[in-house]
């Protein structure tokens, strides 16, 4: 036979928090600002891999060394932007 369900109890409340509000802000923090890192897309990757594929003859059997070594390349382009993409 099932056990019969047990009434929830909702949580006690402790009255207004007694935790101060932050007046300083936490190390690596930046004040609230959202930074957005730009991201490698999957088509600027399959476009240079591509380019590459296409420079080395179109020879068939590397398409992961070209895509590893279009991502390196596109890494490089937008560090040297100012920038470092997001993983």
Do not use: F, H
């Amino acid at each position: 036979m099932p056990k019969p369900a047990s009434p929830r109890m909702a949580k006690p409340s402790n009255g207004p928090s007694s935790r101060k509000p932050r007046t300083s802000l936490p190390p690596g923090s930046n004040g609230g600002e959202t930074l957005v890192a730009p991201t490698l897309s999957r088509e600027a990757l399959a476009n240079r891999a591509y380019a590459i594929y296409l420079a080395r003859g179109g020879q068939p059997g590397n398409d992961l060394g070209d895509w590893l070594q279009a991502e390196a390349e596109l890494r490089q382009e937008l560090e040297r932007a100012g920038s470092a993409p997001r993983e």
